[in-house]
């Protein structure tokens, strides 16, 4: 089976777009959401928009919460028909970039949340850069 | 040659690749709307001119019933592989399954006659218990599907299904690699058409009414 073009991770480039309030951090987030997984299920996934709003690249280096046991960043790849997940230990921000955590690609993955989470609710996440920077972003449970 | 043919040129091969693309585009639009949608070829959906008929196989599924060829007959099934640690794929690929069976419910037709089939590669961890929570939160249609591993491989080789569950030793959270085509059976256990990543509940529905109209006229 063929795996068409992986739309899911696309990087866009926006070099049009005025950097927005969080300029100091240099990152923003957008639409930062967790998936709600049936009841019991020790797995979920966290996905978002992630801005560079600088014009120096940005290295999303680990991912950190209270919320659950571990958080990792991952990727979802298909190699000989098959899905899988890598963990995606460096990830490169393009200056003036954003970068779309999206179903079947990036994503963050969240292991054996510490409380039931259920649609609405929300979870903080920390997103940690090289050289130091930690994003603490919330993200919202949805369906 | 100057420069102002030269601009010439640029602008006659940009109308050119514009008419080009807008042709395919309307052609896509075209397809769409059209209930006599031709099938073959297409991007979500390998349709089978002589669908092959499935031989027996033994699984349990989530309320501990015998799942076998038998509980295929009658029914549309459609199949996905994957197992409930899968944070990001399965989960996905689920409630675009629900979302088509809404939108296929909504047809005349109705979704009476169709089934959504969960199968687990990973037995190892997902009990009958465990499958029963995660197939009801994505309601009704919905069956958890496994067994040993010999017959979800028996299953699996019937239709193509490409699976690896990578247990290791010690690694609580060992590696599940599967499929992400969805498999569509049909009401005679036949392996009919097979649908192509990635998903979308309307291009699944709209599909699913054209084979099952195409079926229906095959079979009167």
Same mark, same amino acid.
């Given at each position: 089976?063929?795996?068409?073009?992986?739309?899911?991770?696309?990087?866009?480039?926006?070099?049009?777009? /005025?950097?927005?309030?969080?300029?100091?951090?240099?990152?923003?987030?957008?639409?930062?959401?967790?998936?709600?997984?049936?009841?019991?299920?020790?797995?979920?996934?966290?996905?978002?928009?992630?801005?560079?709003?600088?014009?120096?690249?940005?290295?999303?280096?680990?991912?950190?919460?209270?919320?659950?046991?571990?958080?990792?960043?991952?990727?979802?790849?298909?190699?000989?028909?098959?899905?899988?997940?890598?963990?995606?230990?460096?990830?490169?921000?393009?200056?003036?970039?954003?970068?779309?955590?999206?179903?079947?690609?990036?994503?963050?993955?969240?292991?054996?949340?510490?409380?039931?989470?259920?649609?609405?609710?929300?979870?903080?996440?920390?997103?940690?850069?090289?050289?130091?920077? /930690?994003?603490?972003?919330?993200?919202? /449970?949805?369906? | 040659?100057?420069?102002?043919?030269?601009?010439?040129?640029?602008?006659?091969?940009?109308?050119?690749? @514009?008419?080009?693309? @807008?042709?395919?585009?309307?052609?896509?639009?075209?397809?769409?709307?059209?209930?006599?949608?031709?099938?073959?070829?297409?991007? %979500?959906?390998?349709?089978?001119?002589?669908?092959?008929?499935?031989?027996?196989?033994?699984?349990?599924?989530?309320?501990?019933?015998?799942?076998?060829?038998?509980?295929?007959?009658?029914?549309?099934? &459609?199949?996905?592989?994957?197992?409930?640690?899968?944070?990001?794929?399965?989960?996905?690929?689920?409630?675009?399954?629900?979302?088509?069976?809404?939108?296929?419910?909504?047809?005349?037709?109705?979704?009476?006659?169709?089934?959504?089939?969960?199968?687990? %590669?990973?037995?190892?961890?997902?009990?009958?218990?465990?499958?029963?929570?995660?197939?009801?939160?994505?309601?009704?249609?919905?069956?958890? %599907?496994?067994?040993?591993?010999?017959?979800?491989?028996?299953?699996?080789?019937?239709?193509?299904? @490409?699976?690896?569950?990578?247990?290791?030793?010690?690694?609580?959270?060992?590696? %599940?690699?599967?499929?992400?085509?969805? &498999?569509?059976?049909?009401?005679?256990?036949?392996?009919?058409?097979?649908?192509?990543?990635?998903?979308?509940?309307?291009?699944?529905?709209?599909?699913?009414?054209?084979?099952?109209?195409?079926?229906?006229?095959? @079979?009167?």
């Amino acid at each position: 089976m063929r795996w068409r073009h992986p739309v899911f991770v696309c990087l866009i480039l926006a070099l049009t777009l /005025v950097p927005a309030a969080s300029e100091e951090a240099g990152v923003s987030v957008r639409d930062a959401r967790v998936r709600e997984t049936p009841p019991g299920m020790t797995m979920m996934a966290g996905y978002m928009e992630l801005r560079n709003n600088t014009s120096r690249p940005r290295v999303l280096a680990a991912a950190s919460s209270s919320g659950f046991e571990s958080v990792m960043v991952h990727r979802t790849v298909v190699k000989d028909g098959m899905a899988g997940m890598v963990h995606a230990s460096q990830i490169e921000l393009a200056p003036n970039a954003s970068l779309i955590f999206a179903p079947g690609g990036y994503h963050l993955m969240l292991m054996n949340p510490k409380r039931t989470l259920r649609a609405g609710d929300p979870v903080v996440i920390n997103l940690e850069f090289r050289g130091g920077l /930690v994003l603490p972003v919330t993200f919202e /449970v949805r369906k | 040659m100057n420069e102002r043919s030269l601009k010439f040129s640029i602008m006659i091969t940009t109308v050119a690749l @514009a008419a080009m693309l @807008a042709g395919v585009w309307l052609a896509h639009i075209y397809r769409e709307h059209d209930s006599r949608v031709v099938l073959l070829p297409d991007q %979500v959906i390998t349709l089978f001119p002589d669908p092959k008929p499935l031989t027996a196989f033994a699984l349990t599924d989530h309320k501990n019933r015998v799942f076998d060829l038998a509980s295929l007959k009658g029914k549309w099934s &459609f199949l996905f592989f994957g197992f409930t640690h899968c944070p990001d794929i399965c989960p996905t690929t689920l409630a675009v399954l629900a979302s088509a069976r809404d939108s296929i419910a909504k047809n005349t037709v109705g979704a009476e006659d169709i089934q959504f089939i969960f199968i687990s %590669v990973d037995p190892n961890r997902d009990t009958a218990s465990k499958l029963g929570q995660y197939v009801d939160y994505f309601g009704t249609g919905f069956l958890g %599907v496994t067994g040993d591993n010999e017959q979800i491989a028996n299953l699996a080789g019937q239709v193509g299904a @490409a699976y690896q569950v990578a247990i290791t030793p010690g690694m609580e959270n060992y590696p %599940v690699y599967h499929t992400v085509a969805v &498999f569509l059976l049909d009401p005679r256990a036949r392996y009919h058409a097979v649908f192509t990543p990635p998903h979308d509940a309307k291009a699944i529905s709209k599909r699913f009414k054209v084979v099952r109209e195409l079926e229906a006229g095959n @079979a009167t």
